[in-house]
């Protein structure tokens, strides 16, 4: 690939679906505790050593190993790696673990307070069962609590462990951790696939893979946060990220809280669903929810093992929607939860590498240029590029017609958005802005996104014949009791359905709403900054005027999922595939 302006674009966004090869080999199974004699001799030398360990945990004050003294407690009392406890490490971060025994029980700070403070056998992860563990010299292992950072210790009288601060307790806070079996693994989803990922290149240079152009990893935060249940990853597990508890505290213990994701799969605010998630998954995720989480970091991994090499993740809000849901965890303001987003998968990353073994380990690598994009996935790890898709980019709404701000604020937003890392950008997504109009969407959801665009900009869609045959939506409204009854779920709307919803005439209609002045300089600018431009959503009006500009500049542009928001017609997709995107 060449690796011009325009051919980088076209790199990092979709020209690396080239095939698709089975992945084989040999990988080790997640899990799956070493082979290693138990003895002190065979201890772990480094921290970097540690992710997914089985061990057992010696204490150098007594020469004792750690194990279970009934229900609720540990001793460092046993002679013997047989009669130890084996501690599965689970990562909670880099450098951060859980310490899981066979049992399932966790290692955990709790008893009395002050200078020191017991160790105890907790049942559920968090905080205070979360240890650091430093690698020193001679083998040895400080094991300190994220809670405060004071050091699990053992008391030399009766092999006790306690959680110190005090220097003076010395070599008491020194343990190596000894190579062991027997260990349960922490739960975790399934892999569900072996082999070694391939890296490297094909013959003439060109990588290898395939790509998802459009990927919502952080949509949880969407629409203030209160909205979508489940997470991409969390860390102290599957448990937490997709377990029943995820989904009931946010839509009820039936789901009838859901009143956002009953709207747009049933067209009604009211209902139930299953909230069961892990370990059944009776519930969800499903295809036909928009408000449960559908992607988990070790789906993602095993999509990667089989040839996946490029993801953009779509970070993605809408003022609007955020504004009329009863509840939120975060501003509604875009620009501020696409932050949220982005460093999400910051987060992701970090996580992904904890679980690798550290820094810079891990499979999942973001990137910011086509230079970075092609290095990582020659070397068999997935490039993932951070997109935005919002209703308000740039915080660039409209208001009775009126844009919300200026070229100089275009200028400094896209600066802004390229310094968080983002480099690829949807002018238009659900509503109106200064930059363009959405195309309209039909059914239940293009009912509600015609009220989100009335709350936003104060005034329904305006709609005229389409400029091709074949595009656009049927329009649908609103009775006036319909409007009410969707009010009493929604209360910000109480205005907006005193007023009623227009009618529209029948047949196919576009959105009269086309390329601003400002989206033509929008444009532009993203032209000179090298950016992807995502041209779905776009009104058909707008769309072809921006292939226009594509075409004078010759620069491609990019459909990560069309079909959801205007369908594009045959010579539109010719245009496209002949810029090169």
């Known amino acids: 690939m060449k690796r011009t302006a325009v051919g980088a674009a076209v790199l990092a966004a979709c020209g ?19 082979v290693a004699a138990p003895t002190p001799d065979a201890s772990i030398r480094s921290d970097s050593e540690l992710a997914g360990r089985c061990v057992a945990i010696l204490s150098r004050t007594n020469g004792r190993f750690i194990a279970a003294a009934g229900p609720g407690a540990y001793r460092a009392a046993a002679r013997s790696p047989a009669q130890a406890t084996a501690f599965y490490l689970k990562p909670t971060g880099l450098d951060t673990y859980l310490l899981y025994d066979q049992d399932a029980k966790l290692l955990g700070v709790g008893g009395e307070d002050g200078e020191t403070a017991g160790a105890i056998r907790a049942d559920a992860p968090g905080r205070p069962t979360e240890w650091t563990l430093t690698g020193l010299a001679g083998r040895a292992f400080a094991i300190s609590s994220t ?8 008391r030399r009288s009766d092999g006790a462990l306690t959680v110190t601060d005090n220097p003076a307790h010395g070599r008491a806070w020194l343990f190596a951790l000894v190579p062991d079996r027997g260990c349960r693994p922490y739960p975790e989803a399934e892999l569900g696939a072996t082999g070694k990922p391939f890296s490297g290149t094909n013959p003439d240079g060109t990588v290898l893979g395939f790509a998802e152009t459009h990927l919502h990893l952080a949509a949880d935060l969407r629409a203030g946060g209160d909205i979508i249940a489940g997470k991409p990853f969390a860390r102290f597990g599957i448990t937490r990220a997709l377990g029943s508890v995820a989904d009931a505290r946010k839509h009820g213990p039936d789901g009838g809280d859901d009143v956002t994701g009953n709207l747009l ?5 009211f209902g139930t669903h299953d909230t069961h998630g892990w370990p059944t998954f009776a519930g969800w995720p499903v295809n036909d929810t928009l408000t449960h989480q559908q992607a988990y970091y070790v789906w993602l991994e095993r999509a990667w093992m089989a040839g996946l090499r490029l993801v953009v993740a779509q970070t993605v809000e809408d003022e609007p929607i955020c504004r009329i849901e009863p509840t939120r965890t975060h501003s509604c303001d875009e620009t501020h939860t696409i932050k949220l987003e982005i460093e999400r998968l910051r987060g992701l990353e970090r996580y992904v590498d904890a679980q690798s073994g550290g820094r810079g380990k891990g499979w ?21 590029v951070i997109g935005v898709e919002s209703s308000n980019p740039l915080g660039c709404g409209e208001r009775i017609g009126k844009p919300r701000c200026t070229r100089a604020d275009v200028d400094r937003g896209l600066d802004h958005l390229r310094r968080l890392g983002v480099r690829s950008l949807f002018p238009a997504h659900w509503v109106d802005n200064a930059f363009a109009g959405p195309a309209l969407e039909g059914g239940a959801r293009g009912v509600f996104i015609n009220i989100l665009n009335a709350f936003a900009t104060g005034s329904y869609f305006r709609t005229e014949p389409c400029p091709h045959p074949g595009e656009g939506e049927e329009v649908t409204t609103l009775e006036p009791f319909e409007l009410q009854v969707l009010a009493s779920f929604f209360p910000a709307a109480a205005e907006l359905a005193a007023e009623g919803m227009p009618t529209y005439p029948p047949g196919r209609r576009c ?3 086309g390329l601003t002045r400002l989206g033509r300089y929008l444009i532009g600018q993203m032209i000179e900054r090298h950016m992807l431009i995502e041209v779905d959503h776009l009104s058909e009006a707008a769309r072809d005027r921006v292939l226009e500009i594509a075409e004078r500049r010759r620069y491609p542009v990019i459909s990560s999922h ?20």
């Open 147 to 154: 809670v405060d950072g004071r050091r699990l210790a053992v």
């Open 364 to 384: 999942f690598r973001l990137v910011y240029n086509p230079r970075q994009a092609r290095r990582t996935i020659e070397r068999g790890k997935l490039a993932v």
């Open 16 to 34: 690396l679906a080239i095939a698709m090869v089975a992945a084989a080999g040999g990988l080790a199974s997640r899990g799956t505790a070493p």
């Open 511 to 513: 959105n009269a709403r």
């Open 562 to 581: 069309n079909g959801t928001g205007g369908a594009w017609t045959p010579g539109q997709l010719r245009r496209l595939y002949a810029l090169g995107g």
């Open 265 to 269: 799969r049933e067209g009604v605010p």
